[in-house]
Each structure stands twice: as structure tokens, then as C-alpha cells.
């Protein structure tokens, strides 16, 4: 593994991209995870990418899913649960599934992490892990809590004569099958779950359908048919929002917007914000950390592109981008021909006011200030 600086806990101002506004990043801890790792060794990638962060539901911890192995014949990654205060004792190291999505975009947006509203327990790519204990077990990839102890997914009919029936499947704490099934007669897919009202946001891939589902009940929130939150769709605000972003290369000017969940009404537009995926929001706050960008034309492959530009920090409910700031990269390798680059990883703490970034093995917690 490559070695980095040193641990520090530090308290310095990210350089932020020249903004109008008075908020700005209080940078509060920087943990370097090839001190703390220990490895099971395996072969793994030594640039140590992280792919996912995401807070507790209390935000008092935040989980990491990094590097990228080969154990027991499949694909594995690091889950590592640090302390939101940046203390060293208690942290947690596990070994789960992986099939990482390393490439941004809507799948990039929707990495598969799922925390258990009680904190306890958390989902990674289908391996549900018990944070007290460590005992861990297996369910499909793409399940997600909705409730304490109770996770959903979507099960393809065994049947190829009915592609347009959903059946969607309760697990309960120990990945035992948990209420009946409801099937649905459509192919709906599940993007993201909110565990403060039990609900989820799902698609109906090509179309431009979208709804959110109260699944224990069996109810439509709301349904839209056109104009809604897309493909890739955020809850925040306890559950009474859902936020998404565009293609910025299929279009010029691809708008960020947040509705609410039980109206279907359009809350607010991003004044400035182009594209917005892969976004973070705030569990509990009307705030979202959005990727703005610009598009371009590649005459070599005569088409548009997308070019990042940075982030930007987004309160809907006030309509007010509080800052921008251009984070840094991360890059590795997965082969002698395969090299990857992106931005790195983030979230959102549940109450809007922390941003996590995470980069080849380093993890940086902010405070946005005031």
C-alpha cells in the first residue's frame, strides 16, 4: 500500500472557488486509512480507492467502503465504520461483497449502502453486517433498510413471460425472508430508500415514470408521469422530499429540483447548479451537495460531453446555493490497461451541516460554516 501523511486532526479553510456567498468549508479531521486497515492477505489495489460514504442515521458514525479484492472467489471490499468526531478508539473493520460501480453516473450515484435506522446494522452490495458482534449474512444485492430490522428488495419473476411484474421481497434482521411479498404489475426498479418514513423512490427504467411507495402499507405516495425527479432520485428533509439531476450531455442547461413527496410539487430549482449527479442530501434538513458542470462538444467522437466544475451546497427550501468549491481526485488502477479518474467520494450528514470527502484511502470530515 502506498503511505500517506500522517494522521492529523486539523482545523484549516478549504480553498473554495470564488463565490458571492459568506459560507465556506471548516476542514476538522483527516484520517488515512492505510493505518488502519488490516489487511486479510489478499492482493488489492494499493491506490486504495474508496467508493462509498455514507452518516449513520444519527450522524454519529460515518461507514466507508473501500479497495477493491478477490477473497474466497469473489469480489470483496473493506467496510469501515469511523466515529463523525474523527476519534481514533472503536473504529470497526469488515470484510463484504462487492461489485462497486466505478464509473460516475446514475449507478455511480447509488452505490450499494444501506444503514439501518437503529445504526446497528448496515448493507453492502447484499452482505448485511451487524456493527455489535460483527456476525454478518447474505441477502441480493440492491436491498436497502426501509425500517428498523426490515430491508426490501426487488426479485425478478422467475418467469419470462411476465417482464413487467415487480415483486418486491422483505428481509428482516438475520436475512430471513420477513411479510408477504407485494407484487406490483410493472417493472419498477428501487433507486433509494428513506428510513425516517419507511418509503421508496423507484423508476421504471426507460420510461419516464417515477413514484414513491409506502411498500409495508402497500400505497402510492405519489406517482409522476413526467417531470419528476428522473432516474436518480435523493430523499431528504425526513422523508418529504425526493431530489434529482439531468444528463448534462443530452441537453444544455440540465436542471437540479427538488420536490415534495406527498404533493408531487416542484419545491425549487438549483439557480445555478448544472447536471447535480452524483449527489448527497441531508436526511434530515433541506440541504443537498450537488456536481455541477459544463457541456462540451468532443469533435473527435462528435458528440457532447460533460465537464465537471465542482460542487456546490444547495438549502431548497430557501433557494440559496451556499457555496462551491472544486474538491480534489482520485485515481488507480484495475488492470495494465484499465486506469480510472473522478472526483472523490461524499456525503452528507443527516442534518446538513457536514460533508465527508473520501480519496485513495484518506477520508476528510467539513463543516460548513456559519
Known amino acids: ?30 484520517i488515512d486509512l492505510n493505518r488502519i486497515i488490516r489487511p486479510v492477505g489478499v492482493d488489492h489495489i494499493s491506490a486504495l480507492p474508496i467508493f462509498a460514504l455514507r452518516f449513520s442515521p444519527d450522524g454519529s458514525n460515518l461507514a466507508v467502503v473501500a479497495d477493491l479484492f478477490e477473497h474466497q472467489g469473489r469480489g470483496k471490499s473493506y467496510l469501515l465504520v469511523l466515529k463523525a468526531d474523527g476519534g481514533l478508539e472503536g473504529i470497526k473493520q469488515f470484510v463484504v461483497n462487492s461489485s462497486v460501480r466505478t464509473m460516475q453516473g446514475p449507478s455511480w450515484d447509488h452505490p450499494d449502502l444501506s444503514w439501518d435506522p437503529s445504526g446497528d446494522a448496515i448493507l453492502v452490495t447484499g452482505t448485511m453486517t451487524r456493527i455489535p458482534g460483527g456476525a454478518s449474512c447474505e441477502v441480493p444485492e440492491g436491498t436497502v433498510f426501509i425500517r428498523d430490522n426490515l430491508a426490501i428488495t426487488r426479485e425478478k419473476p422467475n418467469s419470462q413471460r411476465s417482464p413487467d411484474v415487480s415483486h418486491f421481497v422483505f428481509y428482516g434482521s438475520n436475512c430471513e425472508r420477513n411479510l408477504a411479498p407485494w407484487i406490483v404489475e410493472d417493472d419498477l426498479r428501487i433507486v433509494e430508500s428513506s428510513t425516517e418514513r419507511g418509503l421508496v423512490y423507484l423508476n421504471a427504467g426507460s420510461r419516464p415514470m417515477a413514484l414513491v411507495i409506502d411498500p409495508v402499507a402497500e400505497k402510492i405516495v405519489h406517482a409522476w408521469q413526467s417531470n419528476g425527479p428522473g432516474g436518480s432520485g435523493h430523499f431528504a428533509d425526513s422523508g418529504h422530499a425526493i431530489c434529482g439531476g439531468e444528463d448534462v450531455a443530452s441537453k444544455r442547461k440540465a436542471s437540479v ?41 468532443d469533435a473527435q467522437w462528435s458528440e457532447h460531453q460533460e465537464l465537471f466544475r465542482g460542487r456546490i451546497a444547495w438549502d431548497f427550501k430557501r433557494n440559496q446555493e451556499l457555496l462551491s468549491w472544486k474538491p480534489g481526485s482520485q485515481a488507480w488502477d484495475t488492470g495494465p490497461s484499465f486506469h480510472n479518474s473522478e472526483p472523490v467520494r461524499f456525503a452528507m450528514s443527516p442534518d446538513g451541516k457536514y460533508v465527508a470527502e473520501g480519496s485513495n484511502g484518506v477520508v476528510h470530515l467539513y463543516q460548513i460554516e456559519p
Not at 500522517?6 to 472557488?17: D, E, G, N, R, Y
Open 257 to 297: 429540483s427538488c420536490w415534495d413527496v406527498d404533493t408531487g410539487k416542484l419545491i425549487a430549482t438549483a439557480p445555478s447548479a448544472n447536471g447535480g449527479i452524483p449527489m448527497a442530501t441531508a436526511e434530515r434538513a433541506a440541504r443537498v451537495v450537488l456536481s455541477d458542470y459544463i457541456r462540451s462538444w
Open 1 to 30: 500500500m502506498s503511505h500517506r501523511l500522517p494522521l492529523t486532526l486539523c482545523a484549516v479553510a478549504l480553498v473554495l472557488q470564488a463565490s458571492p456567498k459568506s459560507e465556506h468549508l471548516h476542514k476538522l479531521w483527516e
